[in-house]
């Protein structure tokens, strides 16, 4: 069941972080990596997003062999001179960041909508986290795609969970990813390296 193993994994990261206040690579992006099965079950419309998100979590994966925390991953790209070039280690964390806070949105929207549309819950979610950072040629993509979505019973379906399951798995997603992801904005915002580029 794929939720429980993402709800899993980031309630494993959210501990890590209360305990010790740091997060490796290692199972940070192992825990995204288990994210990117839901950009595919939202079909035409995230399929952009799916393969970009994939590609920066693979970088973040392949990092981890010889960088221990987050903290290092950016230190050694501000010492390279390097944060926000295209295929840094910096930017793609910023954009594995950002796919995690537009599943937590859309999650939150999903909990909060009734009805078997998830256009709305798609629609906000892409509106709050991605918008503002593609240009023109993308967001008229996504807002076409919007109109082929999965209802959300076929997300449910494919997710392999009935509606009380889903519920408390997007919950559970929803509470643990915000400290992760704003343990992540932290990293960048103790650097002045900002987090809206």
Sequence with gaps: KPLRKIAEAFKGLSVTIDSQNLLEVAPFSHACSLVSVLFGF??????F?????????DDLQKA??????????????VQQNSVRKGGSHTRNLLIVKRGLDMVRVLFERILVTEGNSLRD??????????????????RKAVAAGMYVLPTRSQLLNKLNEDEDSA?????SYVTSSAPVIKYVDQLFLSRELGIDW
């Design 49 to 57: 997003a799916e393969m970009d998100y994939v590609a920066k979590v």
């Design 64 to 77: 981890s062999k010889s960088i221990n925390t987050l903290q290092s991953l950016l230190d050694h790209d």
């Design 42 to 47: 939202l079909g035409i419309a995230f399929k």
């Design 167 to 171: 519920r408390i798995q997007m919950q």
């Design 121 to 138: 819950a798609a629609s906000v979610a892409y509106a709050q986290v991605f918008a503002p950072y593609h240009g023109w040629a993308i």
